[in-house]
């Protein structure tokens, strides 16, 4: 079973294929950086790296070898997920007039990443604030199958 609570993932430990993952510790910050480092350069990429112990991160693990020394990570950060309530065609096309005010609304939370599913016309016309705002596109496309 999970924990529920923050307090309950203090102490929370699983082993998994020879791995041990914990809750990190702000004392584990220098061990992190170092994979984030190389995962940077195995990959080829700058990766930039959010505040592990704040908003919008809810929760961050790192895995031990058995030796005890970090090996990898996950993270779980908050993100926003767009969605339409209706299907009035005006409602989709005046969406992007909103794109200003909604990108600085979620930038204003920190949060940085939006998910939306939407007709490509109104994602065009809500592009521009959201880039304006410092997002970028990382997707063409998503698929969704809503159920």
Known sequence: MSPSGEESWREWRRESEGLVWRAALPADLS????????????????CTMPDLFAWPVILTLVAEDQRGRIVDGVFLEASVDVTKLGANPNGFASLGGLADELAHFVSTRKIRRITAAMPESVSEKMAGGLIK??????????????T
């Open 31 to 46: 061990a992190i950086k170092r994979v984030w480092k190389a995962k940077a350069r195995i990959l080829g990429v700058k």
């Open 133 to 146: 705002a410092g997002f970028r596109r990382l997707a063409l496309a998503l698929w969704d199958r809503w």
